[in-house]
Structure formats: C-alpha cells, structure tokens
C-alpha cells in the first residue's frame, strides 16, 4: 500500500513574499503608533501629576497667607481658642499704618520676621518643584505671586489684612 502525498497546485495557498511584506508593514506602524500614544499619554499624566502636587502646596502656602493677613495687628478673637470672642485689633499699631496708607508693607514686614519666612523659595516635596514667592506692596493691599518656572505655573492674589476694615 503506498500513499502518495498529493502537492497544491503552485499560488493556491499561502501568502505570497510581497503580500507579507506589506503586511508586516502596515503592522508596525501601528505598533509603532500605539507605542507613541501610550508613552504620550504616561507623560501628560506625569505633567498632570506634578502640576496637580504643584498647585496643591502653592494654594496651601496662599492659605497661610491669608490666615496671617486675618491674624495681623489682632489683639483679640483671631485665634482658634478664641473665635467666640469679639474680634480687636491693637489700634496704636493700626492708626499709623491707616493714616500712612501703608498697611500692605508693613503686613509684608511681619511676613518676613515668620519662621519659615513666607517670602522664602519653597521646594513641593515627592515633586522636586521650586516655587518662587514675591511680594509687592500697593496701599494697604500686598499683591502675592507664587511662581513654578518649570511647569511653568503661576498664582496671584490681593491680600488684604482684615485689620484694614478697623481703620478709623
């Protein structure tokens, strides 16, 4: 008994040489895009994440400084413990400051004797960001910027010190 193995007849099966070049082709170009987007897509998450933690401690550090503008020249009622008193402000240092319409440099003065010194570059920690404070001073407002040069991010405010309210 002999079996005999029968061939294809030639072209009918299988893919020819140019067909799989083409294929191979188009193949990786679509390995080689999805590669791109994907890394693409790890680095705008990796911008956002840093520049959510950047935002997070420079909106934390603006906190402070609001909290330290309602605390300034309060002699009464500004504390935690003390919230349920009238609220007073030392009127001796007030009335000059007032008068001289310089509340807003001498308020930066006061931040600049605070331990840490809000004026002071800070670093966002886990982030390795540097953020820059600067201060400048109009009337009784003190106009305070917090800069992220390397994300670039930038936060501005008015900070008005409550005592400005008590000025006679």
């Avoid at 072209?11 to 890394?39: D, K, N, Q």
């Avoid at 935002?55 to 020249?73: C, G, T």
Wanted: glycine share 4%; proline share 7%; net charge neutral.
């Amino acid at each position: 008994m002999r079996t005999s193995v029968q061939q294809p007849p030639a072209g009918s099966g299988g893919f020819s040489l140019p067909e799989v070049m083409i294929a191979s082709a188009i193949l990786a170009a679509v390995v080689t895009s999805s590669v791109r987007m994907t890394s693409s897509s790890v680095l705008g998450m990796n911008r956002s994440k840093l520049n959510q933690q950047a935002s997070s401690a420079m909106a934390a550090r603006m906190e402070i400084l609001r909290y330290e503008a309602f605390r300034y020249l309060c002699s009464q009622g500004c504390e935690s413990e003390q919230l349920t008193e009238e609220r007073r402000y030392d009127i001796a240092l007030l009335t000059p400051r007032c008068q001289a319409g310089d509340l807003g440099s001498s308020f930066l003065t006061h931040l600049k004797q605070l331990t840490p010194a809000p004026d002071q570059p800070f670093e966002v920690t886990d982030a390795k960001i540097i953020v820059t404070p600067s201060f400048s001073a109009n009337g009784n407002q003190l106009l305070a910027t917090l800069s992220a040069p390397s994300i670039p991010l930038t936060l501005t405010t008015a900070l008005v010190p409550s005592a400005q309210a008590w000025c006679p």
